[in-house]
T-cell receptor
């Protein structure tokens, strides 16, 4: 079955520290991969995406993610966290094929708390 | 460019009632998807519409339905509300390419009493 696992439900880091959020997926083929962020009371915003090619992708707000096929992982990283990064982060997968544009499978999310 | 607009933002209903939620996509986007977000189940795909046709459907009972109009605006309806339908309902729009790049609204928070 297709699934996305975010092993860490809650993570706390100090401002200025580095961050890595984990994401593992189970899929029949190489999927499209995404990271979204949700601030309290808001909808989701796309941080970055991987479709093919270079396995290290850059996103907005200084985030990057690395696709590792052998580990079925797509971990999100940021070298220095800012207080404004406190939010909930979702990893998602989607199938290849334009007929499935809007259907994504989301992980359960990781809540990031930033200590001053 | 205006973002995805969802109305109403908050609503309270009682069991057995029905509710209609509205979503206006980003101008030019023809695909609209709906998701249910709850603390226990997370984000779950409800359905997707493209050019007024339902293109994909998630694993929800028939009480959940939707439609899309010729201007790409979409509505979803939940009939015979149950307590478990309390959730944040998110609408997302997208262009045909690249796939999966969804633009979300702020959601409609439904509370069923």
């Amino acid at each position: 079955a297709q699934s996305v696992t975010q092993p860490d439900i809650h993570i706390t880091v100090s401002e200025g520290a580095s961050l890595e959020l984990r994401c593992n997926y189970s899929y029949g083929a190489t999927p499209y991969l995404f990271w979204y962020v949700q601030s309290p009371g808001q909808g989701l915003q796309l941080l970055l995406k991987y479709f093919s090619g270079d396995t290290l992708v850059q996103g907005i707000k200084g985030f990057e993610a690395e696709f590792k096929r052998s580990q079925s992982s797509f971990n999100l990283r940021k070298p220095s966290v800012h207080w404004s990064d406190a939010a909930e982060y979702f990893c998602a997968v989607g199938p290849h094929g334009s007929s499935n544009t809007g259907k994504l499978i989301f992980g359960q999310g990781t809540t990031l708390q930033v200590k001053p | 460019k205006a973002g995805v607009t969802q109305t109403p933002r908050y609503l309270i209903k009682t069991r057995g009632q029905q509710v209609t939620l509205s979503c206006s996509p980003i101008s030019g986007h023809r695909s609209v998807s709906w998701y249910q977000q709850t603390p226990g189940q997370g984000l779950q795909f409800l359905f997707e519409y493209f050019s007024e046709t339902q293109r994909n459907k998630g694993n929800f009972p028939g009480r959940f339905s939707g439609r899309q109009f010729s201007n790409s605006r979409s509505e979803m309806n939940v009939s015979t509300l149950e307590l478990g339908d309390s959730a944040l309902y998110l609408c997302a729009s997208s262009s045909r390419s690249p796939p999966g790049e969804l633009f979300f609204g702020e959601g409609s928070r439904l509370t069923v009493l």
